[in-house]
């Protein structure tokens, strides 16, 4: 049984549509939050504040590289099959030059 201090690490696969079911549920529990009286609106709120704080957690690791790829010897975490994925388009003629 988890202790309700301690933070427990698990791993689990969540999907995209999973995620913006959270996110739906976090909208709803602050809506709910400010329609509440006074204790109960605080409890819900802070019950809504904590499902940000796990969306929150999702995002970043998956916007982290993956341990699986670091294993693989990739220094950003990226498995050799990954495409990089970035901001910026094909280096310049004057770019690849120099």
């Known amino acids: 049984m988890m202790d309700i201090v301690t933070p427990t690490q698990v791993s689990i696969e969540v999907s995209g549509i999973e995620v913006i079911a959270l996110k739906k549920l976090s909208l709803v529990s602050h809506a709910l939050a400010s329609k509440l009286s006074h204790s109960a609106s605080a409890e ?8 940000d704080d796990v969306i929150r957690r999702i ?3 998956a916007a982290m590289p993956s341990a699986e790829g670091r294993e693989q010897g990739e220094p950003d975490g990226r498995s050799s099959a990954e495409p990089v994925r970035s901001g910026r388009s094909a280096p310049s003629a004057r770019e690849a030059k120099s």
């Open 59 to 61: 995002e970043l690791s």
């Open 44 to 51: 819900q709120r802070c019950l809504a504040t904590v499902l």
